[in-house]
């Protein structure tokens, strides 16, 4: 039975990643900062070690004995002490080479990374342009690389799913921005089937596949279609200009203690469409994929 490493599984991508691979019969390590957020994966026969893509020396420990890693982080939000006063990228970039050292070490090849969909070197945003440059930092590390761009996933814990939710059920919806910039969605139960199902697929190695079903939705949309599904009226919408928000960002960073520059990051991306091409990796995992509406009705399901 192999043994996959599973770093950032107290995230909502992570923590449904290592549902997955403990159903499809793989044993499964996680490293967390905080272990209390994924108790709920002990249970099941996870095993979960204490420890921080910033601390090499705790990455080098939970890579013994694994045959995979799979890497789903999300350095926007509040870091380890010891990243206090990094820039939020240089979080990840420095986190990432402490990966790809340890598992040179260790004799780890495979490395699947879940990324974002519209990463790309010339983007308007900091943190996208960042992620590109993340990508190709694995990619280039001599290992057996796969990274998954997801756009809107679709399911309860996922952030930008629970901001439109929570805007679905409201008369008034605030949105930051003019709410037309448009994402591939994708449930997060056929991202865990892409995320699980490329391991073994020698073809991915190398590459980088966006992920998501047909529907393309803009923000303004998405709120509706789920109002719809909650038997609501659409609401009306109410749009904060980035612009002033953007003056204060470094405030709110301080405040809610955010890497540095990882709230303008968030606004640079919020006018940014994550559309893609979804169908590359669809001649390697063919299951058809839900709909955004079927997705969004599963996940209101399941959190009843």
Request: charged share 20%; hydrophobic share 45%; proline share 5%.
């Amino acid at each position: 039975m192999k043994k996959i490493l599973v770093i950032g599984a107290s995230g909502f991508v992570g923590k449904a990643l290592a549902w997955q691979l403990l159903a499809d019969g793989y044993g499964v390590r996680c490293l967390a900062r905080k272990p209390a957020k994924v108790e709920d994966l002990v249970t099941t026969g996870c095993e979960v070690v204490q420890g921080d893509i910033s601390a090499p020396e705790s990455i080098q420990q939970a890579l013994q004995s694994v045959d995979a890693v799979y890497i789903s982080i999300h350095t926007l939000a509040p870091q380890h002490s010891n990243t206090a006063g990094q820039n939020f990228m240089d979080v990840e970039m420095n986190g990432l080479q402490n990966i790809i050292t340890a598992c040179h070490s260790q004799g780890v090849r495979r490395i699947v990374y879940v990324t974002f969909l519209g990463a790309a070197p010339d983007a308007p945003s900091a943190w996208v342009r960042g992620r590109w440059r993340a990508e190709q930092l694995l990619l280039n590390s001599g290992l057996d690389v796969t990274v998954i761009r997801p756009g809107m996933i679709i399911g309860i814990g996922g952030q930008g799913f629970n901001m439109a939710l929570s805007n679905a059920k409201k008369r008034l919806a605030i949105l930051m921005g003019n709410g037309r910039q448009k994402y591939r969605c994708i449930a997060i139960d056929d991202l865990t089937y892409y995320l699980a199902g490329v391991l073994d697929h020698k073809q991915t190695y190398g590459r980088c596949y966006d992920v998501g079903s047909d529907d393309v939705l803009s923000n303004n949309q998405l709120i509706d279609v789920i109002a719809g599904v909650i038997g609501r009226k659409h609401p009306a919408k109410l749009h904060i200009p980035l612009s002033p928000l953007k003056v204060i960002a470094p405030l709110i960073e301080r405040v809610i203690k955010m890497p540095k520059g990882a709230m303008k990051g968030i606004l640079d991306c919020i006018p940014i469409d994550s559309v893609g091409d979804p169908m590359p990796i669809r001649s390697v995992l063919s299951r058809p994929l839900m709909t955004a509406r079927q997705a969004i009705e599963l996940a209101l399901a399941q959190s009843k």
